[in-house]
């Protein structure tokens, strides 16, 4: 019987202005087209906010300043088990552009949860009470 793979995830929510920041997967990633927050998975070694300050440059080529842990969620995909924290940002240096992802959108906190979110990220929205 073969194990489910896992992961430990980090996630951003990059705030600026009153709002903050999704995005949406690409059409041929896993969960195509779902919205998140960005992020990604933690090498061997590395920290969560060491995640997210790879990733982010990675894949929106900005540089974040990760503050606090806002929380943490489980979540059983079929293909993946993820340990997934969200973590308030803020930009540092550069403008967000969306190099792997389909589309990226500021939107008023209270307008996430009308997105079409990648279920982790829902569940991640619920839990802070959105």
Not at 44 to 73: F, H, M, N, W, Y
């Amino acid at each position: 019987m073969e194990t489910k793979r896992k992961a430990e995830v980090s996630a951003a929510m990059i705030e600026r202005d009153g709002f903050v920041l999704l995005c949406r997967r690409s059409a041929g990633s896993s969960r195509p087209l779902k919205w998140e927050f960005p992020g990604g998975k933690l090498e061997p070694g590395e920290t969560g906010q060491e995640a997210l300050v790879r990733e982010i440059k990675e894949e929106l080529d900005c540089t974040v300043s990760v503050g606090e842990s806002l929380c943490g969620v489980r979540f059983d995909y079929p293909d993946i088990t993820i340990h997934m924290t969200l973590y308030r940002c803020r930009i540092v240096s550069g403008e967000p552009k969306p190099l792997e992802h389909d589309r990226i959108l500021w939107v008023r906190p209270e307008d996430v949860p009308s997105f079409e979110l990648c279920p982790a990220d829902r569940e991640m929205i619920n839990k802070l009470g959105g």
